[in-house]
């Protein structure tokens, strides 16, 4: 089941599992390096139904770090045209790109230097709807003021024009993980006075601003999603009724999807990470505003993501660190059927046995 063919929108897809975006702070000023082609073509020749490319910022203070991909300039849209059009010389993998921006978890240290740290030297000023710490060892972001609000609707929308350019095939927003989008949807980090803060209408109205401007310049017929967050796993945080009221407008607004995720509004949350720990707030999701639904999180057992998909309960699995630990388990999964012989590359058909 899960290995039908299909489509989202007018994009065909092998099978229904999704490589999640997997940020690799490998960047040269916001381009893709050398590591980007030969990470991201292994990923391509993996056999799953669509590849997704990093998290990608609008602009440069919306970096997670110094060596992220930015979408936010001519070079920048001729080095990512680039990687695709190498990428796709190579595979038929439909690929799509996640575009966010930080606000206050940016300018933050490179994961295998510092995890989890703001950068101390070289840093820059980080913005966010409410001038709070994301914890007491990070700095006070600035609040962000209507003018920069309009220009970050702007700087996404020029982002989805460039992806579009590119010839990505898939645009997915980041709204989740603790990143600006997400900073405006809680009420943990978003104690705003204005229409951008208080209600959860108010809360959701930068996303939708920004869903809207996206919607209008990304073409029809290719793919629009976001990633969203089922809970802040926190007391007082966002919980999945808040999220059925955004997915509704964005169902609305002509989102094709949306990857169910949670976590990361702060470092410490109550979420336990355990086989599955995103797939009740996806099924509800997907049960009250009828949108695909994609959810990632440990789901690394294919018997348990087929029965997802068969019973319904969500359209697509997302995978992000078994495609890396395992680069060829979907591949294997593909060879228990003779049928399926013609997934694998002939140079390595000796190599995975049928049965
Ligand atoms: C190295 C690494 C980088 C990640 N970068 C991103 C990212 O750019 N955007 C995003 O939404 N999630 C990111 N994530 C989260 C994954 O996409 C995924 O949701 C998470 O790892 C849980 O799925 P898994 O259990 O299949 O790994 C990252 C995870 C890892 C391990």
């Known amino acids: 089941m899960i290995l039908k063919r299909t489509k989202i929108n007018k994009i065909n897809l092998a099978n229904r599992f999704v490589i999640s975006p997997m940020c690799q702070y490998s960047a040269n000023n916001g381009n893709p390096s050398e590591w980007h082609y030969e990470h991201l073509l292994r990923l391509a020749r993996t056999g799953a139904g669509m590849l997704m490319i990093e998290s990608t910022s609008v602009n440069k203070i919306g970096r997670i770090s110094k060596k992220d991909l930015t979408l936010a300039n001519n070079k920048n849209e001729k080095s990512i045209s680039k990687l695709v059009k190498f990428l796709k010389k190579k595979t038929n993998i439909p690929l799509g790109i996640q575009i966010s921006h930080s606000g206050r978890k940016g300018s933050s240290e490179i994961p295998w230097i510092k995890s989890n740290q703001s950068l101390k ?101 290719k793919i629009l999603g976001a990633r969203v967050t089922g809970s802040d796993w926190m007391k007082n945080g966002i919980t999945e009724k808040d999220t059925i009221y955004l997915v509704k407008k964005l169902k609305k607004i002509g989102f094709d999807y949306v990857c169910v995720s949670s976590g990361g509004i702060v470092p410490k949350t109550n979420l336990v990470f355990k086989k599955g720990y995103n797939v009740k707030f996806a099924i509800k999701i997907k049960k009250e505003t009828g949108i695909v639904t994609r959810v990632g999180g ?58």
């Open 121 to 221: 030297k070289n840093a820059w000023n980080t913005i966010a709807p409410s001038p709070i710490k994301r914890t007491k060892l990070w700095p006070i972001p600035k609040e962000m003021t209507l003018s920069d609000i309009k220009k970050l609707i702007n700087d996404f929308k020029k982002t989805a024009q460039r992806a579009n350019r590119a010839k990505l095939d898939c645009l997915e927003i980041h709204m989740a993980h603790g990143y600006l989008l997400h900073q405006f949807f809680s009420k943990l980090s978003n104690i705003r006075k204005d229409e951008y803060g208080g209600s959860l209408a108010n809360r959701s109205r930068l996303l939708i601003e920004i869903s809207d401007a996206v919607r209008k310049v990304w073409p029809k017929g």
């Open 298 to 355: 440990i789901i690394n057992d294919f018997k348990y993501a087929n029965s997802l998909i068969k019973q319904k309960k969500v359209d697509f699995i997302a995978n992000a660190r078994k495609f890396i630990n395992d680069p060829n388990w979907l591949l294997k999964e593909y060879a228990k059927k003779k049928k399926n012989k013609k997934f694998i590359l002939n140079q390595y058909k000796r190599c995975i046995s049928f049965d």
